[in-house]
């Protein structure tokens, strides 16, 4: 993992559409974090060799977030939401998962993302974005306009258990002869898709998601399938602003389990990364711009945040 100046430049222009918050992650700064367990079906252990895909069972830690950066927004309001998986490997190594609850991403390369932040950023006199500056991006980006007309028409959750979140990025999956086929995740949740009405929207608690996790998970679990979408031909590989076709083959790798809130993690200094360049034996990354920035951002914020607790 190597920062650079674009590293820096990518935390910079979140923490100028969000502020900076002290202690908080640049984006997704709102969350909750769970224990899990995931249990891969038999079928997996032909799609890849990686060793969580070989094993009866694999703790996880699961971690439910806003797009945002703003740490104190409300939830209810129309904005991506995050799930993000941690598997802890039987050697004692970790493998993860990031997925978002749009079908796309904003941008191409970590320079588009760069100018779609810039654009989009709320102006100060209105703290609105300026329309005409986003209307300006999309005209010279339009393989961004299925992640913002999704962003902006994003239903209201009911809880975070009801969304589809959508691995954005492929990964090469390796099977035990070498085979390489590349596909995506998604996490699907098992109780069903849910979303909430206007007049339901309207009474929710600035908190609700957290406060209707907390319901559940003390009456039972929270379920996810988690399938990997194969390729076709002519699929796109290293763009995440480009959906595949709902028609390509889909593989059940198994099922997540998120079982209660986790207080283990995440305390003072202890930070928690969601890393899905982090991949064992068995998974292969790809040339996507966007996926081989994120560890260098990440170590950029992850640093400020334990800078920001020191002082």
């Not at 999309?138 to 009911?158: D, F, N, Q, R, Y």
């Not at 098992?190 to 979303?195: I, K, L, N, P």
């Not at 209707?212 to 290293?238: C, I, K, M, T």
Request: aromatic share 6%; with cysteine; net charge negative.
């Amino acid at each position: 993992m190597v920062v650079t100046a674009l590293s820096e430049r990518l935390v910079d222009g979140l923490n100028a559409t969000y502020g900076i918050h002290p202690g908080y992650r640049a984006a997704h700064a709102k969350g909750v974090l769970c224990s899990a367990m995931f249990t891969p079906r038999p079928e997996a252990a032909s799609l890849s060799r990686a060793p969580h895909l070989a094993v009866s069972g694999v703790r996880a830690h699961v971690r439910f977030s806003n797009g945002s950066g703003d740490p104190t927004a409300i939830d209810a309001v129309r904005d991506a939401r995050g799930m993000a998986v941690k598997l802890y490997l039987p050697d004692g190594t970790t493998t993860d998962i990031v997925a978002l609850s749009l079908p796309a991403f904003f941008a191409r390369t970590p320079e588009d993302l760069l100018a779609f932040n810039e654009a989009r950023r709320p102006d100060p006199a209105t703290g609105q974005p300026n329309v005409e500056k986003v209307g300006a991006y999309l005209a010279e980006h339009p393989e961004s306009v299925p992640a913002v007309t999704a962003a902006i028409s994003h239903a209201i959750p009911k809880s975070y258990s009801t969304l589809a979140y959508h691995g954005l990025h492929a990964f090469g999956f390796v099977a035990a002869d070498g085979r390489v086929r590349y596909g995506r995740y998604h996490l699907v949740p098992g109780a069903g898709e849910a979303s909430l009405t206007e007049e339901e929207t309207a009474v929710q608690s600035p908190d609700y998601l957290r406060d209707e996790l907390v319901d559940r998970l003390a009456h039972g679990s929270a379920g996810f399938d988690v399938q990997v979408q194969l390729a076709g031909e002519g699929d796109p590989l290293h763009d995440p602003t480009a959906p595949w076709a709902d028609d390509r083959e889909v593989v059940l790798l198994g099922e997540l389990e998120v079982t209660a809130l986790a207080y283990d993690r995440e305390h003072n200094d202890d930070v928690l990364v969601f890393d899905p360049t982090r991949v064992p034996d068995g998974i292969r990354l790809t040339d996507d711009p966007i996926l081989l920035a994120r560890p260098g951002a990440y170590s950029v914020s992850v640093a400020r945040r334990i800078a920001s607790l020191s002082t």
